[in-house]
């Protein structure tokens, strides 16, 4: 148990939805990070939040935003689905996300749109 | 786009067999870590290699890196049927600390 939690474990939707993905780092941790990983594209970078703030951002579509909040669980927001965008979401978190640390990351939420 | 290739694809061997796995990538990094996934799964943190170093033990984990041939090799001795698995290898640049994931080598280990 890496200390992410992610939820929900399964999402099951319809093109054109909108969803939520929830994540809580790991206690201490002020860095999360987003990926997504599916067949086609394997594992990639979305967005990295450090303390509330967006830090860097990867390939992530513009029907997808994120934020921290305060408590520094972060959210993952899907607008429009499309069929390409079920995949495997994951969260990491890390201390402070600035410089050589290892990332831990969550169970993952996997995404389905049909 | 991934940052870099594993090699195998893919490697079947006997439990007591060693394993080893190797992973490439394009641009200077801060450091390489590697990781497990078990089927659908999340990610398992293994290690982590800075770009100074050479060589990294953590148990029957031992991780090589030549920054000069851009690469890095995971052995992982006398296998266990548990050690199935998907790894990866994931880069961290010099510019900042996202991962960049190579496509993962699927290790099988027969019991």
């Known amino acids: 148990d890496s200390g992410v939690t992610q939820t929900p474990k399964h999402l099951i939707t319809a093109t054109g939805q909108r969803v939520t993905l929830r994540c809580s780092p790991r206690?201490?941790?002020?860095?999360v990070y987003w990926y997504q990983q599916s067949l086609d594209q394997g594992l990639q970078f979305l967005i990295q939040?450090?303390?509330?703030?967006?830090?860097a951002k990867g390939n992530i579509l513009e029907r997808f935003s994120a934020q921290q909040f305060p408590d520094l669980h972060s959210e993952l927001n899907l607008s429009s689905l499309e069929l390409g965008d079920s995949a495997l979401y994951f969260c990491?978190?890390?201390?402070?996300?600035?410089?050589?640390?290892?990332?831990?990351f969550g169970p993952g939420t996997r995404l389905l749109v049909l | 786009s991934q940052q870099g290739e594993e090699d195998p694809q893919a490697l079947s061997i006997q439990e007591g067999e060693n394993a080893t796995m190797n992973c490439s990538y394009k641009?200077?990094?801060?450091?390489l870590q590697w990781y497990r996934q078990n089927s659908g799964r999340g990610l398992v943190h293994l290690i982590l290699?800075?770009?100074?170093?050479r060589e990294k033990h953590s148990g029957r984990l031992r991780v090589t890196l030549d920054t000069s041939k851009k690469s890095s090799s995971l052995l992982i001795t006398a296998s266990r049927a548990a050690d199935t698995a998907s790894y990866f290898c994931?880069?961290?640049?010099?510019?900042?600390?996202?991962?960049?994931f190579g496509e993962g080598t699927q290790l099988t280990v027969n019991p």
């Open positions: 990491a978190s890390s201390v402070e996300g600035t410089r050589v640390e290892t990332q831990y």
């Open positions: 206690s201490g941790d002020l860095s």
């Open positions: 939040y450090y303390n509330g703030e967006e830090r």
């Open positions: 641009t200077s990094i801060n450091n």
């Open positions: 290699i800075r770009s100074n170093e």
């Open positions: 994931a880069t961290a640049e010099t510019s900042g600390s996202r991962l960049t």
